[in-house]
């Protein structure tokens, strides 16, 4: 998972790049694979889709991702660089860390000691189990990826059921128990938890209060999140009135129409930053998103192998 850190000197899309370089390396993103838009990916990781491009578009100039289909990149077939390349921008790399832990103090044999303990942390990294959380849209999978992340501290990768059929060495699936038998079905090999996941109570509980001739305004970032999160809000809260969804889009000039018409504005998480221009239109608003309890996570967690 990426992580941009907002005090590091580096600007955000050099360190976007490097963390890229280095998912590339390492194998965890594979030749040939899709890279995420410049929307989602800074969705995910909390910057412009500005500092995306620009991140992006250095990394095709260096042969690391190239461009397919317009606007979409993929991971380059041979995105390694000649091994002269490598030793000298590793040596760049290794010289301002020394710099950098000497003025910090440190000594020779501490230096050695800390070059040693990351080796040998990232060579556990490598060899670490793949897990993956599958849902049936993407901003649910996303979420519920980091939230298991962060209970695990381990990495959780997202997919959603279509992109499931596709990956390959997952070891251990987790997904929602509604969809368990398809991921079964899409990664036969694979160890599949499921795992009890609950929509977000505020959001529900105001649904659940609405009659048939009121109405609920669902904002999501995707369209792929529509139907599922549409199909659920119904069957958990028994809402039987007009429930309007509709993919967050800042140029959607009905938005703010919707908003003041609606009861309930629901919005789920990656589209809260445009909602968030409405908020004040809306009688009542929450959040939406999917949920797992702490007991259930640690359920999860004593299940996956140490």
């Known amino acids: 998972m990426i992580v941009l850190n907002r005090n590091d000197p580096r600007s955000l899309h050099d360190q976007l790049q490097e963390q890229i370089r280095y998912l590339v390396a390492s194998g965890r993103l594979k030749p040939g694979e899709s890279m995420p838009s410049t929307r989602r990916l800074a969705d995910q990781v909390g910057v412009s889709f500005h500092t995306v491009r620009k991140a992006y578009a250095a990394l095709a100039d260096a042969g690391v991702i190239v461009a397919h289909g317009g606007s979409a990149y993929r991971v380059a077939e041979t995105a390694e660089l000649p091994r002269s390349e ?13 710099r950098r832990l000497v003025s910090l103090g440190l000594d020779e044999e501490e230096i050695s ?6 080796l040998e942390l990232e060579s556990a990294e490598d060899t670490d189990t ?17 939230e298991c992340s962060r209970a695990f501290g381990r990495s959780v990768e997202p997919a959603t059921l279509v992109q499931a059929g596709s990956l390959t060495g997952v070891e251990y699936a987790l997904t929602p128990l509604h969809c368990v038998r398809d991921v079964i079905e899409r990664l036969p090999r694979a160890d599949v938890i499921g795992v009890q ?9 105001a649904a659940a209060r609405l009659f048939e001739h009121q109405a609920v305004l669902l904002a999501v970032r995707y369209q792929d999140a529509v139907g599922p999160l549409s199909r659920q809000l119904r069957t958990v809260t028994g809402f039987g009135g007009q429930l309007i969804a ?12 919707l908003v003041r018409q609606c009861d309930v504005f629901l919005y789920s998480i ?5 909602a968030r221009a409405h908020l004040g239109s809306a009688p009542i608003h929450h959040p939406v998103h999917p949920a797992v309890a702490p007991t259930e996570l640690e359920r999860v967690r004593l299940l996956l192998p140490r």
């Open 197 to 205: 996941v609950a929509l977000s109570v505020d959001a529900c509980a």
């Open 270 to 274: 990656s589209a809260a930053r445009r």
């Open 246 to 257: 509709t993919v967050m889009d800042d140029a959607d000039a009905r938005i703010g129409t």
């Open 130 to 146: 793949r897990i993956v959380f599958v849902d049936e849209y993407t901003e649910a999978a996303e979420y519920l990826a980091a």
């Open 86 to 98: 490598r030793l000298e921008s590793g040596a760049a790399v290794v010289q301002e860390a020394l």
């Open 113 to 118: 000691y800390l070059f040693e303990e990351q």
